[in-house]
Nanobody, 125 residues
Framework: QVQLVESGGGLVQAGDSLTLSCAAS????????VGWFRQAPGKQRELVAA???????NYLDFVKGRFTIFRDNAKITVYLQMNSLKPEDTAVYYC???????????????????WGQGTQVTVST
């Protein structure tokens, strides 16, 4: 079971960009689906983007065209590039990984096996 270490959150203004990183500690993401989720206060956790072991991706409709999920060639880090940020993007962002369903880009949160600690993203007007 891979351990996940997130970084890159912060406070930005609307329209700014931010890149989140999710690093695999003690292994790689080879054979894993990796997803980025977010949870705003009072709301359910939602899938923002996911990348399967073979590289297929899936995005929440609200972020399509603004966010990009990608990984490095060594499959040690998965990134979430966020452009044109909106106040509605404010949330705690979590990365998650799972090996059993490695080719499922729509995998729901409860089926992911490993989770990071979360990183706060705040977008001001």
């Amino acid at each position: 079971q891979v351990q996940l270490v997130e970084s890159g959150g912060g406070l930005v203004q609307a329209g700014d960009s931010l890149t989140l990183s999710c690093a695999a500690s003690g292994g790689t993401f080879e054979g894993y689906v990796v997803g980025w989720f977010r949870q705003a206060p009072g709301k359910q956790r939602e899938l923002v983007a996911a990348i399967t072991s073979s590289g297929n991706t899936n995005y929440l409709d609200f972020v399509k065209g603004r966010f990009t999920i990608f990984r490095d060639n060594a499959k040690i880090t998965v990134y979430l590039q966020m452009n044109s940020l909106k106040p509605e993007d404010t949330a705690v962002y979590y990365c998650a990984a799972d090996a059993k369903y490695s080719e499922s880009p729509y995998l729901p949160a409860h089926l992911y096996d490993s989770w990071g600690q979360g990183t706060q993203v705040t977008v001001s007007t």
